[in-house]
């Protein structure tokens, strides 16, 4: 699954005028929004213009309370009102952009976007969001290094630059792709993003330096991706939770079961529905606050963990009944340490199911430039083994949709012996 370019960070109101009404009430406006009062922020901003009609700082901060609010089109209007009033400045520019956007005015976001990085060359918020909506993703890649350039310390550009590159290397552009992404590594040599994906594009083999993606890795990634993720899975069609739990009910996990659980790596969240009938105590854990975050919200779960999957599951000896891992071991490549430690948490006779990507190039495995790792059958039925468990089903699945194409996945379910 190809990481989506992510939602805008928050920006500020503009400053107030200093003096009369409309300015007094544009700054009691400013004071109200940020104490998360919204909506009376618009009514005392609508009071401001009803004085004052030109008041440019007025409009574009009642357009962006529109915009935030989900009024794009308004927002917009808001925006655009300020600048023939002559408020020409970076940040309304872009706050513009975000409302065409969300308005879904892709060509007038874009407008907005340039204009805002014309007027402030260093504005990487404005050339980030230009990325976001480049096409081809060559166009993307040069936008987002350059967003790096003038603002090294905008994380958020990082996973979109590693998506930009995952299409462009699928896109035919491969020596491409690995040149920026070896100009990355070199930029930012200790980013954990550009660690994990740039080695992949410039070798090229799927070699690594590591057999595993990093924590730091993970917890960005997924961080950043929290919010959009349900949605994005949801159109890639991805099935993993209820394949995993036809294979568990295949083996004996019914309802009313009284099992105690475990939702390792749970994210959001998506497999908590299928688990919950069966537990008598169901848990997660995650790296990723920000996705636990969203598994929260669910109510289904009676513990939920922020912690490394491997070091989670030492500590908890002979705890569980059921380890779930949907899409979780594809963040590992060498599957040795983490199903010994499943092993271990896990009670006599309980049952491990999870999936991972398929490999078919003769390796044992590898990491693939989107980031995750792929699996050679035959070691995963290896390593399954090695770990004490004992195999009950390995077979082949369709985990999602990338590019209208299907992933290839196995599904595999194994017993502690």
């Given at each position: 699954?190809?990481?989506?370019?992510?939602p805008?960070?928050?920006?500020r109101?503009?400053?107030?005028?200093?003096?009369?009404?409309?300015?007094?009430?544009?700054?009691?406006?400013i004071?109200?929004?940020?104490?998360?009062?919204?909506?009376?922020?618009?009514c005392?901003?609508?009071?401001?213009?009803?004085?004052?009609?030109t008041?440019?700082?007025?409009?574009?901060?009642?357009?962006k309370?529109l915009?935030?609010?989900?009024?794009?089109?308004?927002?917009?209007?808001?925006?655009?009102r300020?600048l023939r009033?002559?408020?020409?400045?970076?940040?309304?520019?872009?706050?513009?952009?975000?409302?065409?956007?969300?308005?879904?005015d892709r060509?007038?976001?874009?407008?907005?976007?340039?204009?805002?990085?014309?007027?402030?060359?260093?504005?990487?918020?404005?050339?980030n969001?230009?990325?976001?909506?480049?096409?081809?993703?060559?166009?993307a890649?040069?936008?987002?290094?350059?967003?790096?350039?003038?603002?090294?310390?905008?994380?958020?550009?990082?996973g979109?630059?590693a998506?930009a590159?995952?299409r462009?290397?699928?896109?035919?552009?491969?020596?491409e792709?690995?040149?920026?992404?070896a100009?990355?590594?070199?930029a930012?040599?200790?980013?954990?993003?550009?660690?994990h994906?740039?080695?992949?594009l410039?070798?090229?083999?799927?070699?690594?330096?590591?057999?595993?993606?990093?924590?730091?890795?993970?917890?960005?990634?997924?961080?950043?991706?929290a919010?959009?993720?349900?949605?994005?899975?949801?159109?890639?069609?991805?099935?993993?939770?209820?394949r995993?739990?036809?294979?568990?009910?295949?083996?004996?996990?019914?309802?009313?079961?009284?099992?105690?659980?475990?939702?390792?790596?749970?994210?959001?969240g998506l497999?908590?529905?299928?688990?919950?009938?069966a537990?008598?105590?169901?848990?997660?854990?995650?790296?990723?606050?920000?996705?636990?975050?969203?598994?929260?919200?669910?109510?289904?779960y009676?513990r939920l963990?922020?912690a490394?999957?491997t070091?989670?599951?030492t500590?908890?000896?002979?705890r569980?009944?059921?380890?779930?891992?949907?899409?979780?071991?594809?963040?590992f490549?060498?599957l040795?340490?983490?199903?010994?430690?499943?092993?271990?948490?896990l009670r006599p006779?309980?049952?491990?199911a999870?999936?991972?990507e398929?490999l078919?190039?003769?390796?044992?495995y590898?990491?693939?430039?989107?980031?995750?790792?792929?699996?050679?059958?035959g070691?995963?039925e290896?390593?399954?083994?090695?770990?004490?468990?004992r195999?009950?089903?390995?077979?082949?699945?369709v985990?999602?949709?990338?590019?209208g194409?299907?992933?290839a996945?196995?599904?595999?379910?194994?017993r502690?012996?």
């Amino acid at each position: 699954m190809t990481e989506p370019s992510l939602p805008r960070r928050p920006s500020r109101l503009a400053r107030p005028s200093a003096g009369g009404d409309a300015g007094l009430l544009n700054e009691r406006a400013i004071r109200t929004a940020a104490a998360g009062d919204a909506g009376g922020a618009a009514c005392l901003l609508r009071a401001a213009l009803a004085c004052d009609p030109t008041h440019g700082e007025a409009w574009t901060n009642l357009g962006k309370l529109l915009a935030d609010g989900g009024e794009g089109a308004a927002g917009a209007a808001g925006h655009a009102r300020a600048l023939r009033l002559g408020l020409w400045h970076p940040l309304v520019l872009f706050n513009l952009g975000v409302a065409r956007r969300q308005a879904g005015d892709r060509a007038g976001a874009a407008t907005a976007f340039r204009a805002a990085a014309v007027m402030a060359p260093d504005h990487g918020d404005a050339l980030n969001s230009l990325g976001n909506l480049a096409e081809p993703p060559g166009a993307a890649v040069a936008l987002y290094l350059r967003a790096l350039r003038v603002q090294p310390g905008l994380g958020i550009v990082h996973g979109n630059l590693a998506g930009a590159l995952y299409r462009l290397h699928q896109s035919g552009g491969a020596a491409e792709a690995a040149r920026a992404a070896a100009l990355w590594l070199a930029a930012f040599p200790d980013d954990p993003t550009a660690r994990h994906i740039a080695p992949a594009l410039i070798r090229g083999d799927g070699g690594a330096a590591e057999t595993r993606a990093s924590d730091a890795y993970v917890r960005t990634t997924f961080d950043q991706f929290a919010d959009a993720f349900e949605d994005t899975l949801t159109a890639l069609g991805y099935c993993a939770p209820q394949r995993l739990a036809e294979a568990m009910a295949a083996e004996g996990v019914e309802p009313e079961s009284g099992l105690s659980v475990l939702d390792a790596g749970c994210g959001t969240g998506l497999c908590a529905p299928f688990l919950r009938p069966a537990a008598l105590w169901l848990e997660g854990v995650d790296l990723s606050g920000g996705m636990l975050e969203q598994a929260r919200a669910r109510g289904l779960y009676d513990r939920l963990t922020e912690a490394e999957l491997t070091a989670f599951l030492t500590r908890h000896p002979a705890r569980f009944d059921v380890i779930l891992a949907a899409d979780v071991l594809c963040y590992f490549g060498d599957l040795a340490e983490v199903l010994a430690a499943a092993r271990a948490g896990l009670r006599p006779g309980g049952l491990l199911a999870f999936t991972v990507e398929r490999l078919a190039d003769g390796r044992p495995y590898r990491v693939n430039p989107h980031g995750r790792y792929a699996h050679a059958p035959g070691y995963v039925e290896a390593a399954v083994e090695g770990a004490g468990l004992r195999l009950s089903v390995l077979r082949g699945e369709v985990l999602r949709h990338e590019g209208g194409q299907p992933v290839a996945g196995l599904l595999v379910t194994a017993r502690h012996r």
